[in-house]
């Protein structure tokens, strides 16, 4: 069965602190890797990582995909209340013919103190 | 930007009722997914379509069934509602292989 572990589950910073997102999978015929942030609503796409050890960058966040030790992580930096939400990782498959589902971690809850 | 639109925000129906729930995206995308979120499960899914008229199931098919008539727009079918049915449901649609776009979610309480 397709596994994908997300560590911390909740993590609490104050304001101006970098902090490390952890994923972790075990997805057969993996394909690539997607974080997720979702505040009240619809998780809004961040990135979506597919080959080892290239970094992804978007203003103060980045991510990074290890294929080998089956992980990623996405990293901020100067973190900003704004930034409160539960980060979600998801792995998607390559598909036979048609589209295949995303796996999805149980996200990590990131609260940043003013 | 992609746009996925659900048909209702907040939805109240009563137990055994048809509930159908209805998802549009306006970017030609071949794929739509439906998924559920419960807290402490995170988001899980129910049915996808990867053309129309196609459909496959997902992890958690069982009391659902899903139609795809047209290629912009995913309905999902709660046959006989119950209460354990009550959760976030999400839309997403993608082209293949690239990422999913979710909609806003559509809050359902079964009572």
């Known amino acids: 069965e397709d596994k994908v572990v997300q560590s911390p589950l909740s993590l609490v910073v104050h304001e101006g602190d970098t902090v490390t997102l952890n994923c972790s999978y075990e997805?057969?015929?993996?394909?690539?890797l997607l974080w997720y942030k979702q505040e009240k609503k619809a998780p809004t796409f961040l990135f979506m990582l597919?080959?080892?050890?290239i970094e992804k960058k978007s203003g103060r966040l980045s991510s990074i995909l290890d294929k080998k030790e089956l992980f990623s992580i996405l990293n901020i930096t100067a973190t900003q209340t704004g930034d409160s939400a539960v980060y979600l990782c998801?792995?998607?498959?390559?598909?036979?013919?048609?589209?295949?589902?995303?796996?999805f971690g149980k996200g990590t809850h990131l609260i940043i103190q003013p | 930007d992609v746009k996925v639109t659900q048909s209702s925000r907040y939805l109240v129906k009563r137990t055994g009722e048809k509930v159908f729930l209805e998802c549009v995206q306006d970017?030609?995308?071949?794929?739509m997914f439906w998924y559920r979120q419960d807290p402490g499960l995170g988001l899980r899914l129910i049915y996808f379509?990867?053309?129309?008229?196609?459909?496959e199931k997902g992890d958690i098919p069982e009391g659902y069934s899903v139609s795809r008539e047209k290629k912009e727009r995913f309905s999902l079918i709660l046959e006989s509602a119950s209460t354990n049915q009550t959760s976030m449901y999400l839309c997403?649609?993608?082209?293949?292989?690239?990422?999913?776009?979710f909609g806003p979610g559509t809050r359902l309480t079964v009572t």
């Open positions: 997805v057969t015929n993996f394909r690539s």
């Open positions: 597919t080959s080892s050890g």
């Open positions: 379509s990867y053309d129309v008229k196609m459909k």
């Open positions: 998801a792995a998607l498959p390559y598909s036979g013919g048609g589209a295949d589902g995303l796996t």
């Open positions: 970017m030609d995308h071949e794929n």
């Open positions: 997403a649609s993608s082209l293949k292989g690239l990422a999913q776009y």
